[in-house]
């Protein structure tokens, strides 16, 4: 089966001439592919990340206590919901934005990447490197989908 033709027409105005070019795509195939963020993930940037805050259908209550875990914790929590703790926030500006607009903000988040933990800062997007095995350490966390 022979795939669809398409015709592009482009309008050009060059010095006040108007020319039309067409382009014969016969020996393309046209693929559209949206990355969908699947909920509770939601899309930070060109990121779908979960910042942990309460969800209860992820056991997460209103008292906030299941929002904070280890880096291990964290790490398996993100595995089990469809995602992996997140490597990092790629676009600050947007996380900045997405954290004045859901419930309880952002605090200092947990990420992790080549078996180097951070803790990463919501007010300017640095990393603070963190030990992993760091006794007692809780914390928020962001998990990205997979």
């Known amino acids: 089966k022979m795939p669809a033709v398409f015709t592009i027409s482009f309008l050009v105005m060059s010095t006040g001439v108007y020319t039309t070019l067409t382009q014969d795509l016969s ?5 559209r592919s949206l990355y969908q963020c699947i909920p509770p993930y939601q899309r930070v940037g060109k990121q779908c990340l979960f910042f942990s805050r309460p969800h209860s259908p992820w056991g997460i209550s209103d008292t ?4 904070y875990k280890s880096f ?3 790490s398996v929590f993100c595995l089990e919901h469809g995602g992996r703790l997140a490597h ?3 676009d600050h500006y947007s996380a900045a934005r997405h954290c004045r607009q859901i419930r309880g903000g952002c605090a200092p988040s947990l990420v992790a990447r080549h078996g180097h933990c951070f803790q990463w800062s ?3 997007g ?3 490197e963190v030990p992993c095995r760091l006794p007692d350490l809780k914390a928020r966390f962001i998990c990205e989908q997979e």
């Open 72 to 74: 291990y914790d964290a």
């Open 126 to 128: 640095r990393e603070d």
């Open 64 to 67: 906030w206590k299941q929002a």
């Open 27 to 31: 020996n393309y195939v046209v693929v």
């Open 88 to 90: 990092k926030v790629s």
């Open 122 to 124: 919501p007010l300017d």
